[in-house]
């Protein structure tokens, strides 16, 4: 080629193509992505509820596919059945309570990695409050936490993130964990066992919690987040195989659930359902799990940081009570090495922190 000037151009634009190429294959931003994960499956679990909002956000408004990811949404009626997939590396994604019986599943080689936050309890995010039976309150039977020595209080299992934050609550009026009477019942049963008095007290969830204060069958009586703030109730785990053998698929699926973060916690900003935003991803939450708009926005969100990471100070805490009332199976764990922040920090990066 005898023309210096065009020898010059043809140069500098196939360096420019060489420098473009290690960008398109780790997946920074959406073109990145597709190019990067085109056509990659991914199966993630779901229990088809609220706690849920972001992974239903991040497929109704095609973040998924945006990363050229081929996600199918899996549901299953307890997480806990999610467990023993993923530790096969049948499921991909799941969802996750930081319970003994997690931290058991793990010491008996289920290889999982804690990824992603799914829900915090936080300031103005009490969505799972302490509920107290009406006709106790009303009575004056039950005027301060202390008053609930030798009552009967539900927990949906033992042994769960719950049991955690309900030893917080009663060690902020001198109580004990082993200081009431404990029930174990799942969110809905709980309903019925306020109504007929088979309970006297729960640490209930949303969106059990709004419909069992509506019927008038308990009150709000503790805001859990005045005595554990920013405790770590629900995670987003990935399976060892989709987190070490198929990375790049793996980054791209956090790189949708970071965006579609940003997007939940805009429209649950203050604790309310009516942010940015708040009415298209309330119209996909309604249309995937079934309950009334109307209904939902009177329930209080759970919080998700935007930047999705996970609160090892908050897990750390939890398994070190599992660990004290006994139900930890084996050799103690450090759990930091099942927590891997690394993925949501890299969507942040790649996102600018949006």
């Known amino acids: 080629m005898k023309n210096p000037s065009l020898l010059k151009s043809v140069v500098v634009a196939l360096s420019t193509f060489a420098l473009a190429l290690p960008l398109s294959a780790c997946g920074g931003g959406a073109e990145a992505g597709a190019t990067s994960c085109k056509g990659s499956k991914v199966t993630a679990g779901i229990v088809n509820s609220l706690s849920d909002s972001i992974l239903l956000i991040a497929d109704a408004k095609g973040y998924f596919k945006d990363?050229?990811?081929?996600?199918?949404?899996?549901?299953?009626?307890?997480?806990?059945?999610?467990?023993?997939?993923?530790?096969?590396?049948?499921?991909?994604?799941?969802?996750?309570?930081?319970?003994?019986?997690?931290?058991n599943a793990v010491s008996r080689d289920i290889n999982l990695k804690i990824v992603a936050d799914k829900g915090k309890l936080v300031t103005d995010y009490d969505y799972m409050p302490i509920l107290v039976r009406k006709d106790l309150v009303d009575s004056g039977k039950v005027k301060t936490i202390a008053d609930l020595k030798g009552l009967k209080v539900a927990e949906p299992a033992e042994g769960t993130a719950t049991a955690a934050t309900l030893a917080a609550v009663l060690a902020s009026d001198g109580l004990t964990y082993d200081d009431v009477?404990?029930?174990?019942?799942?969110?809905?049963?709980?309903?019925?066992?306020?109504?007929?008095?088979?309970?006297?007290?729960?640490?209930?969830?949303?969106?059990?919690?709004?419909?069992?204060?509506?019927?008038?069958?308990?009150?709000?009586?503790?805001?859990?987040?005045?005595?554990?703030n920013e405790q770590q109730l629900a995670v987003v785990l990935y399976s060892?195989?989709?987190?070490?053998?198929?990375?790049?698929?793996?980054?791209?699926?956090?790189?949708?659930?970071?965006?579609?973060?940003?997007?939940?916690?805009?429209?649950?900003?203050g604790g309310q359902w009516d942010g940015e935003g708040a009415d298209d991803v309330l119209k996909i939450v309604s249309a995937q799990i079934g309950m009334p708009v109307d209904q939902i926005k009177e329930t209080v969100p759970s919080f998700v940081s935007p930047d999705a990471e996970v609160n090892l100070d908050s897990l750390t805490k939890d398994y070190d009570f599992f660990h004290a009332q006994g139900w930890i199976e084996g050799d103690p764990l450090d759990v930091s090495t099942l927590v891997d922040n690394s993925f949501v920090q890299k969507a942040q990066s790649e996102s600018g922190g949006q």
Do not use: W
């Open 67 to 103: 990363e050229g990811l081929d996600v199918t949404l899996s549901k299953f009626d307890s997480a806990a059945k999610m467990i023993p997939l993923l530790g096969s590396g049948q499921l991909d994604v799941g969802a996750g309570a930081p319970s003994a019986g997690f931290y």
């Open 240 to 269: 060892s195989n989709f987190a070490e053998e198929k990375s790049a698929a793996a980054q791209c699926f956090m790189n949708a659930y970071v965006k579609a973060s940003h997007d939940y916690s805009a429209a649950v900003d």
């Open 181 to 228: 009477q404990h029930e174990f019942l799942g969110f809905p049963d709980q309903f019925a066992a306020f109504e007929n008095g088979s309970i006297d007290a729960a640490a209930t969830t949303e969106p059990t919690a709004t419909t069992i204060v509506d019927s008038g069958a308990a009150v709000r009586f503790a805001d859990s987040t005045e005595q554990y």
